[in-house]
């Protein structure tokens, strides 16, 4: 079956926009998290997020700025990066051979909100026209493909924190049916006054006032998580097509992909509620999250062990968090593989949260080193993994697993696997 | 009375693009507006701006039939002239 590589990588997180800006500060423990500055929050519970101070002028031209929101920002700037990664111009190649599939699950809503303010207090005609096509979930595939000339399949997949993995699943398809490059990977936004308002009506975001406390997935402390914007793309190829081309190497292969999808509880809570997640406990069924790495360690040919990290969800609940550590447990015996979840430096991205996860993931795989989870110090009670805490730690990465779970059920994994040749010049990124 | 410019017109179209990116030099006022990198989208922006600034209605039909800056130019300078 057709290989599909990794061949160019860009990221735009709170704690560096930049691939190797990010890098360096993930390895360092540097946390983008700090004081929502976008807007007054001093009203709201949640005081604290993960902003990514990009500059888009740098990366977009001003028409493409003035029609999108900060969430495509995010997704264009960090697809510049990655074309000019994999040494990819669009202008030559053909246009159906390339197509966008990309994850967003909190739509423009700093642009919306601002939109609708206007149509409140001002009255119709004040709205942009812009509005028209910057809110929506597609927007940030349909600028990117208009963009770039990429005519191939265009898609958005909407499945929350998921979603970044869905969207290289997807991507991986189409490279299958045969298009030869796919631009994916998912960005998200969702720090406006509305939109932080909707956040916390899930009752899932944690209202502590300290950076350094408040978000500390499978701690006994844990009581919530931390939003962020950002977002990371890849560039997926078919690996004959890239040799082809002469592309200047790979991070990785996506060996491995699977989705499950959780029913709802048996009990009446409300559909936000985390009680939805896996299977009624006691029903005996194998936990979705646990059958989503189950038939991605399949669909990439290995077994539990020979993966050498897994990439943790990392949710910041007890209860999810339980459930996880659990699925991992299960699967790969107590303490029986380094986990992590640098996420705790930039807050749950949503549908960025998936694709930057996995582009750091890449990075493990390419420098040999698992960064770390920071701020943890005590696992919860019944949690026994082997987190990677405070310092990275050098490890042999083949095979790195990595999981991600949204709200409403769905749950994702994906499978990356070490090239088989390296890159021909591993700090090409730096340029 | 109001007037519309062509300083003006250009500073409008200019914010359709946050500012940038766009070649409004020379003969400019002439040419369609897909040869100034100006889509059909960008347009109604233009005309929604236009509405904003200086208190007019501009209908859909009268968005669809202004190809160029000139025509722009026109339409709303025979309006201003109307409403006074």
Redesign the interface.
Known sequence: MTTTVVTGVGVAAPNGVGTEEYWRATLAGQSGIGPIRLFDASPYPVKLAGETGLDA?AYI???F???TDHMTHLAMSAAVMALADAEVDPAEMPEFDMGVTVANSSGGIMFGQRELQRLWS?GP??????M??AWFYAATAGQLSIRHGMKGPALVLASEQAGGLDAVGHARRQIRRGTPLMVTGGSDASLSPGGLAFQIATGMLSTHDDPARAYLPFDRDAGGYLPGNGGAILILEDAAAAQTRGAPGCYGKIAGYAATFDPPGDDEGPATDVRAYDPPRGSGRVPRLRRAAELALADAGISPAEVDVVFADAWGLPGPDLEEAIAITELFGPRGVPVTAPKTMTGRLYAGGGALDLVTALLAIRDQIIPPTVNVTRQAPGIDLDLVLAEPRPHTIRHALVLARGLGGHNSAVVLTAPTTPLRNPQRSER | MTTFTIVKLKEIML????????ELEGDFLDKPFPDL?FDS??V??L??RV??DYDL?IPDEAVAELTTPRDVLDYVTRRLGESV
């Open positions: 002028t031209p001003g028409k700025r003035a029609q001002q005609t004040h709205v942009s026209a812009y028209s096509v | 914010s359709t693009a946050d500012g940038a990116g766009l990198d989208l960008a109604l922006e005309a929604t509405q904003q209605t």
